[in-house]
């Protein structure tokens, strides 16, 4: 057994057995490398990874190979959920090198951290073109040995790369702030970037199978997203058939579990039949956030199906009994990818019987043959219909039940404070349109986990596992925890969820603030890397500048506190240039921008009318904040009259509404406005 028995990552403690002589990232290793004068192997990867598994299984667990390794480097294993910085770092060292990147990430530093030379996935021979991983290792060792001014010259270029890279974003076009007034404010700017983004998605649009490009396909659900708002503010039709096709598409896939709920990463073909199927958790936050959005601004209750399903999911399978919700399920389970889903008529009229099992087959795609290895992945067309008959739900429910029979895939069990905060802030807009009480009791739940389990001495933890809290949080931690414990505000009308959103505020700025008004990845008090990156680009979940400014303008609002509704409008200001040059890739910053310069509407309901609370509650409203319940010092709640409504932008109110239908026109009046405000910009 190496070191990484006693880490609190699943991912690090199943390579505790290898015959690899790991170590976790940090001094210890660095300090190792540089008494031997050694290279560092860093391999990078995480707990659900299909091809980490294999790679571990071919090379790590080989004995030949793991003395090779033992003998000329030092070995060091990261679980990239837990250490982004340091995935996000050696990332852009792989993908300088190679054009490419993905994980299992095989990269070698000098013993000082600069990067040499790396990879992705190696196999233990040579194979398809890709070098084995013993010759790579052979040429690394001999090139370490014998050409050290070629490996130093390469890291000195790497880490310069890396340094342009990572911690420049305004390399990707774009180099002055936007200036504020009149003519360019942000909540003008806004629109052409709405536009812009709804015009070059339809340009990828698959018409046929819904999202954007070719296989394989993930679901992005802030794409998604623009498009609904764009539909909201424009009226237009297209933006609104590039949303729901595409969820319509993802919904009647393989990628979605029909069965248990809840969506795969990604899918391999273009017609998402064909998922790989490990499920994370902050897929499940965004897309049921997109999902009960498209029935908010619908009506149309399939949507509806998916947010309770997958919300089930999650609440059900990764609810830890310790608290807090798990990251991940894997993609295989007994040592097969897929098992655990997969289906064969026999198996059908086995749980079912000849009848019921006749009707299953039919409904999810079994009578039109195997579209996985022999075996069929459930599925229901394009076109639905949606809602299942009675004796569909009665096959639905016997098959998961039967389901639960098998072993089930890997669950890594640790408590990521960005991803539980992501989906706390989507299941508190879930639960407040709904008004599902048990979601707003889990809402509430995670987070106070987040509260009382995440934190140490006041400072913020990245990840909890069987009751240790372990690493310094980053930026993305930060931010989601603004936005989900304001969120808990609006959902349960208690101050105290606000009192903690402003601390952990002022903590984000404090820690990842920088002169420049953007926000670091790692905070000041965190080790030195080879750059200190800053994240601004949107990846399998939303940049930590773009959460944040969106979160500390509304909590700005709600709060009435000017310094963290300037904080968020100087992140915004830093980076639309950016995004002017890439709207798609910072999709969320793009939403976001629709916050700045008076963009939100605050409405406050004062007095005991939880009627007029649900109006609010139930419409798609993006930029609004809702204010009730407990009041606060905030100006918001200055001459507010009990039993009344107030709707109002930059503290400028329309006439109060006592009614339901006087607060609906209050509603419809200020999102025309919005509207108009945003102008010709969006058609």
Known sequence: MNRLADETSPYLRQHAHNPVDWFPWGEEAFARARAKDRPVLLSVGYSSCHWCHVMAHESFEDEATAASVNRRFVAVKVDREEHPDVDAVYMEAVQAMT???????????????????????????????????????????????NRRAEVEQQADQLAEAIARRAAAPTSLGGTEPAPAGDDTDLHRLSGQLLHRAVDELAGRFDATWGGFGGAPKFPQPALVELCLRHHRLAGDERSLTLATTTLAAMAAGGIYDHLG??????????????????????????????????????????????????????????????????????????GVEGRFYLWEPAELRQVLGEELGAVAAGWYGVDDGPNFEGRSILRRPVAGPWTRPAAVEQARRLLLEARSTRVRPGLDDKVLTEWNAMFCSALCEAAAATGRPQWARAAVDIGSFLWEQLRRDGRYLRSWQGGQARHLAYAADHAWVVDAFTRLGELTGQRRWLERAVDSADDL?????????????????????????????????????????????????????????????????????????????????????????????????????PDLVDVVRRRYEPTAVLAWGERTGSPLWQGRRDGQAYVCRRFVCQAPADSAEQLQARLDAERQADAATLGGHLR
Not at 559 to 574: D, T
Request: one cysteine or more; hydrophobic letters at 45%; charged letters at 20%.
């Open 509 to 609: 700025l404090r820690l990842f603030g920088s002169d420049d008004g953007l926000l670091f990845t790692t905070g000041s008090d965190a080790e030195s890397l080879v750059v200190r990156p800053v994240d601004v680009l949107d990846g399998a979940a939303p940049s930590a500048n773009s959460v944040a400014a969106a979160a500390l303008v509304r909590l700005g609002v709600l709060a009435g506190n000017e310094r963290h509704v300037e904080a968020g409008q100087r992140l915004l200001q830093r980076l639309v240039p950016v995004a002017q040059h890439h709207p798609l890739a910072m999709a969320n910053l793009v939403g976001a921008c629709a916050l700045a310069h008076g963009g939100t509407t605050e409405v406050v309901v004062a007095g005991q009318r």
């Open 261 to 334: 709920g809840g969506f795969a990463r990604y899918s391999t073909d273009v017609s998402w039949t064909v998922p790989h199927f490990e499920k994370m958790l902050y897929d499940q936050a965004g897309l049921v956030r997109v999902y009960l959005h498209a029935w908010q601004g619908t009506g149309q209750p399939q949507w509806l199906q998916v947010v309770e399903e997958t919300v089930g999911y999650v609440l059900r399978d990764l609810a830890l009994v310790g608290g807090g919700l798990a990251s991940s399920e894997d993609a295989d389970s007994e």
């Open 99 to 145: 054009g490419g990147g993905g994980w299992p990430m095989t990269v070698f530093l000098t013993p000082d951290g600069r990067p040499f030379f790396g990879g992705t996935y190696f196999p233990p021979a040579d194979r398809r073109g890709m070098p084995g991983f013993i010759r790579v290792l052979d040429a690394v060792d001999d090139a370490w040995r």
